[in-house]
């Protein structure tokens, strides 16, 4: 049996050695979030603290590392084999419409939901290689900025800050094509979505860097010494400065593309835990950090930023790893493809009802008429008196008739015949239901159909055809008061 809400399948799961590993890791993630977050407060205590922060950064990227290696070994989910109890599983009785099909691509359909979420836990992980890249280079800053040589702290600075933003910008463009996964805005299979999406945002992610090596090479150590320029060595203000704009730059690409994400699962087809939602935004917002730890006076503010990420994202973790056994992620994608089928053909009956409504309320056929017709026996002409509401049409007709007999007579009659009639789109529908003679004498008199097009509201033109197939034409002209 599953179990389905998050608190219990954590509790259910607990003993499996990598659940456990990831759980131990946020909560020693927790911890040392609170502790430098205690530390980050030195300047507003009134006692100094010793503490080694080098410490924190080493434990910090060492927790990260195997949170990482985690992630990367996980295997993929299973895939739902399909049938009729599979079916009958994520739609008891079919009593969802959008479930029911008529053409027999019940088979078809879970097979895309199984590659969706093959496709969704690929880039997912591919996430976490990005991230792999940037704590490799934050872990490799660190060691360079503690040989304490003034040259390679110099050129280590122009090159790490590129390589930090490149894996960070990475990191965005895989959870933007995870938000695509999620929002179906791409093609039927892989093949479409690496070739079309991915290097598209792949080119982006080239030209951004292009630009940032070419801006940071202009300020680099060689070019001020070549060129015997000074601006660089006044107090590192330049590669300091440039430093921070990028990272910003990376934490905004960051922080929409993680916001993004996290808006897909805001889903009454996943109904995500609301405290695991505002922990995934709250990692968002952490993204606009810059990560150079040597820009923070003391080192503790950004040692608590990149531990309580670190905790945030064991819980990003453990979310995903319950969406994929609980088999929410793959109802998702069952049912997104079913309703945005229903939802495409439902807007197309609504928007054109809201055509036809609009189209409706351009016309006020309301008033006294005057009809002419000539059909194949005689010719009509008298007063129409007709009421519309909506786009329903009453009224009451008075002909004149001149009919030609087959003696070749004329039989002049009068008539009084009551209408209903319906407006569609520009066309409307009249029929007789009922008629009396008022002059005259006339036998088997067979009541009229008219079918016109409204030129306006003034005129009226169209065919009338009666019950034996007698057909004719007719305008309509309203009297003017």
């Known amino acids: 049996m599953i179990t389905d809400s998050f608190g219990r399948w954590l509790i259910a799961r607990i003993r499996d050695p990598k659940i456990s590993a990831v759980v131990i890791i946020g909560f020693l993630s927790l911890i040392l979030s609170v502790a430098t977050g205690f530390f980050s407060l030195e300047r507003f205590l009134f006692f100094e603290i010793s503490v080694n922060r080098n410490l924190f950064i080493y434990t910090n990227s060492f927790l990260h590392f195997v949170l990482i290696v985690i992630v990367l070994f996980w295997p993929l989910p299973q895939k739902v084999i399909y049938n009729e109890v599979n079916l009958n599983y994520f739609n008891y009785q079919k009593h969802l419409t959008f479930f029911k099909s008529s053409d027999d691509k019940d088979e078809q359909i879970f097979n895309q939901a199984n590659d969706r979420v093959y496709i969704y836990f690929k880039y997912w992980k591919k996430i976490w290689a990005g991230w792999l890249g940037l704590y490799i280079v934050v872990l490799v800053n660190q060691l360079l900025l503690e040989s304490h040589i003034p040259s390679i702290i110099e050129y280590s600075q122009f090159l790490v800050g590129t390589f930090e933003n490149f894996f960070n910008n990475l990191a965005s463009l895989y959870f933007i094509i995870c938000f695509l996964v999620l929002s179906e805005l791409f093609g039927k299979s892989d093949f479409e979505l690496r070739h079309i999406n991915f290097h598209q945002l792949l080119l982006v992610l080239l030209v951004l860097t292009f630009v940032e090596v070419t801006i940071r090479f202009l300020f680099s150590p060689m070019v001020n010494e070549y060129f015997n320029i000074d601006l660089y060595y006044i107090s590192y203000g330049p590669i300091d400065d440039l430093n921070l704009f990028f990272s910003i730059i990376s934490g905004l690409i960051a922080v929409i593309a993680i916001a993004l994400f996290t808006g897909r699962f805001d889903s009454k087809l996943i109904n995500a835990p609301l405290l695991?939602?505002?922990?995934?935004?709250?990692?968002?917002?952490?993204?606009?950090?810059?990560?150079?730890?040597?820009?923070?006076?003391?080192?503790?503010?950004?040692?608590?930023?990149?531990?309580?990420?670190?905790?945030?994202?064991?819980?990003?973790?453990?979310?995903?790893?319950?969406?994929?056994?609980?088999?929410?992620?793959?109802?998702?994608f069952l049912a997104v493809n079913r309703i945005h089928l229903y939802i495409r053909e439902e807007w197309y009956k609504i928007k054109g009802l809201f055509i036809t409504t609009e189209k409706i309320q351009q016309y006020d056929l309301t008033g006294e008429w005057e009809i002419l017709e000539e059909y194949q026996?005689?010719?009509?002409?008298?007063?129409?008196?007709?009421?519309?509401?909506?786009?329903?049409?009453?009224?009451?007709?008075?002909?004149?008739?001149?009919?030609?007999?087959?003696?070749?007579?004329?039989?002049?009659?009068?008539?009084?015949?009551?209408?209903?009639?319906?407006?569609?789109?520009?066309?409307?529908?009249?029929?007789?239901?009922?008629?009396?003679?008022?002059?005259?004498?006339?036998?088997?008199?067979?009541?009229?159909?008219?079918?016109?097009?409204?030129?306006?509201?003034?005129?009226?033109?169209?065919?009338?055809?009666?019950?034996?197939?007698?057909?004719?034409?007719?305008?309509?002209?309203?009297?003017?008061?």
């Open 276 to 332: 695991i939602l505002i922990l995934l935004y709250a990692y968002a917002g952490l993204q606009i950090f810059i990560r150079d730890f040597h820009i923070d006076p003391n080192g503790f503010l950004m040692i608590w930023v990149v531990n309580t990420a670190l905790f945030l994202k064991t819980i990003f973790l453990l979310f995903t790893i319950w969406l994929t056994e609980t088999k929410r992620l793959f109802f998702y």
């Open 377 to 481: 026996s005689g010719r009509t002409k008298g007063d129409v008196v007709l009421t519309q509401d909506g786009n329903k049409l009453s009224g009451v007709l008075i002909l004149n008739d001149w009919m030609h007999t087959s003696d070749g007579k004329v039989n002049i009659f009068t008539i009084e015949e009551r209408v209903l009639g319906e407006i569609i789109d520009d066309k409307v529908n009249i029929e007789g239901i009922e008629m009396k003679v008022i002059y005259g004498k006339i036998d088997n008199y067979n009541l009229d159909a008219w079918e016109g097009t409204i030129l306006n509201n003034e005129n009226i033109v169209g065919n009338s055809r009666d019950a034996i197939g007698v057909t004719g034409n007719f305008i309509l002209k309203k009297k003017t008061k």
